[in-house]
Every structure is written in C-alpha cells, then in structure tokens.
C-alpha cells in the first residue's frame, strides 16, 4: 500500500499556536490546518481528469480557478483558529454561515473583566449616507467623556456580576446584563473558499473597524502564509477587483459626460425632476444622493474617469 504523507506550508507550520494580539484585549491563533496550494490543484485535477498538466501548470490553474468562480477546489483545505473577540464584533462574525464554531459558554466558565475599549481617539461618528456605518472621529474633548462612561459603565457592569456570582446565582443569568464590548472565545473553523468570502466582506473599507482588524491579521499575517500562490490570485481577481454591471459598462462607452448625464437621469441615478428643473435655471443646489450612482463614481475614478457626469463642470456637487 502506497504511503500518503500530509502535506504541510512550512510558513504557516512556524506560527501554530502563536498568539496575534487585536484590538486592547483579543486575539487570534491558528491551531491546525488541513491542505495548502497544492491541494487545490489536486481536487482540480481529479475533477478535470488527466492532461490538465500540460495545460495548466499549478499557479495558473488556481488563478483560472478563481478568476472563473470555479471554487470547490479551495474547499479542499480547512483552517482552524482560537479567536478572543468582542461580542459585537462576534455578532457579525457568526453572521457568516460558513463554519463550525465552538464558543466559550458563560453559563458554565465565569466571564473575566475584558472589554473592548475604544479609545480617546476611536470615537466614530454616525455617516449621513450610511445607517450601518461611520465616518470621522469625535473632537478630542467629547472622546475623553465617551471614554469616561465606557470607564464607568464597564466597570459597573462587572461590579453587578461578580455581585451576582458571589450571591449564588446562576451564571447563565448572572451575565445578562453584561455589555457587547465583553469578549467572548471560540473556536472557529473554516474552509478557505468560505474564509476568502468572509475577507473579502470584512477587509472592505465599509466594514465595521473592529472586525476589519481581525479580518486584515487573517489574511495578512496567516493566509498569505498558509496559501501563497491562492493569497495573490484572490488579491487580484476578487479583493483588489470590482465589478461592473451591464448599466456601468454602457455608460463608460458613452464619450460624452452630458450624455451619460442624461441617461443617468433615464435609469433613476439622477432624479428628472431635479435635471429638469436645473435645466430651467430654477434649481442650482447639489444633487440628491444616489447610492448606485455614487458607487459608479467611485469605479469611473478608478478607471480613469474623474468627473463621469459632467458634474463639475455644470456646476453640481455630490
């Protein structure tokens, strides 16, 4: 009988078990693995049949692969990490229905005096154009009270709790009016189709900062380790990609930005009451926010394309 030998990345293998610290107080730590670049090949290559060799050599192939969405292959290889995480930064990791995940239960360990804490400098405000998101930093003045509360309802909070424990209570109701900035500890394993997904969601620029942390130390300190060749081929084909969609790439073939102007007005992305108003000179205040248009915008100007609508120079703003 033949001899199977596990393959390993020796680069991944030289940082087992070692802690990366994340935000004040959390961590991550690979804990085993299972596959590497070359087993993507291999699943591909028993699903092609023979000759893919000739055609394809390995790095070429896993850049076909993801470039082409084929993506079984990459579920070929697992990872599993020990993660100590805030809970609402957890919250939103759980989200992603892609693992299996064993979490440190508090109604069975007592919960430590841990929590996330955001700093003098940390405190986003609220984006006007997203609900879900933030956009700049509190002054100075104000960060220095926010930071004060959080001080005092943290240390509050576990006050009551360890009251509660002290009294004899249950620990499963003990903890229920602990705060989202404690953390929490899991085990979370995942294969590495799921896990480019879960990055390319959480490396966005629009993802919440705490998980972006995690997300970044992930792809940056263990993946690029773990599966090189795999790491650079998602780089460029989906993390450093975007997306044009059938309306973006008729306009882009539109020379001219007051023609594109027009049709944004035809498909919705500038409203026509608006468009006809300012051509009658009674209107000249700044244009109603479109979210598809401004993503259009945000391609264009990677593209080239610095003023797509003409906006400037008819003397409209964003």
């Known amino acids: 009988m033949a001899e199977l030998q596990r393959v390993n990345s020796p680069e991944l293998d030289s940082i087992l078990g070692e802690k990366f610290p994340v935000l004040n107080d959390g961590f991550l730590k690979v804990i085993d693995y299972l596959g590497n670049d070359d087993s993507i090949v291999q699943a591909a290559r028993v699903s092609c049949g023979k000759g893919t060799k000739q055609a394809l050599e390995d790095e070429e192939l896993i850049r076909y692969l993801l470039r082409h969405h084929h ?13 100590r995480v805030p809970m609402d930064c957890w919250r939103q990791w759980i989200r992603h229905r892609i693992s299996s995940v064993s979490e440190r239960s508090s109604r069975y360990s007592i919960v430590d005096d841990g929590a996330q804490q955001a700093g003098i400098d940390g405190w986003r405000a609220q984006a006007r154009t997203n609900k879900q998101g933030s956009s700049g930093f509190f002054e100075k ?4 009270i926010c930071s004060q509360d959080e001080k005092d309802l943290h240390e509050k909070s576990m ?5 509660r424990i002290n009294m004899g209570m249950a620990r499963e109701q003990a903890r229920k009016d602990l705060p989202l900035c404690s953390y929490t500890e899991a085990y979370w394993e995942v294969n590495l189709c799921s896990l ?3 990055l390319f969601l959480r490396m966005d620029s629009h993802a919440q900062y705490e998980i972006r942390q995690y997300a970044n130390i992930i792809a940056e300190n263990i993946v690029s380790k773990w599966v090189p060749v795999a790491w650079k081929a ?3 084909y989906q993390l450093n990609a975007m997306t044009l969609s059938a309306i973006d790439i008729e306009l882009i073939n539109i020379k001219s930005g007051l023609e594109r102007f027009n049709r944004a007005v035809e498909i919705g992305w500038i409203d026509k009451e ?6 009658t000179n009674k209107l000249t205040e700044k244009l109603p926010f479109n979210l ?6 945000e391609k264009a100007k990677r593209l080239g394309l610095k003023d797509p609508f003409y906006l400037n120079i008819l003397g409209l703003k964003e």
């Open 274 to 279: 608006f468009a006809d108003n300012y051509k």
């Open 71 to 83: 993506e079984t292959p990459f579920e070929m290889c697992y990872i599993k990490f020990h993660v």
């Open 292 to 297: 598809e248009r401004k993503e259009f915008n």
């Open 141 to 144: 003045e104000d960060g220095e």
């Open 159 to 163: 006050e009551i709790y360890n009251k």
């Open 234 to 236: 998602f780089q460029d």
């Open 196 to 198: 480019f997904n879960f």
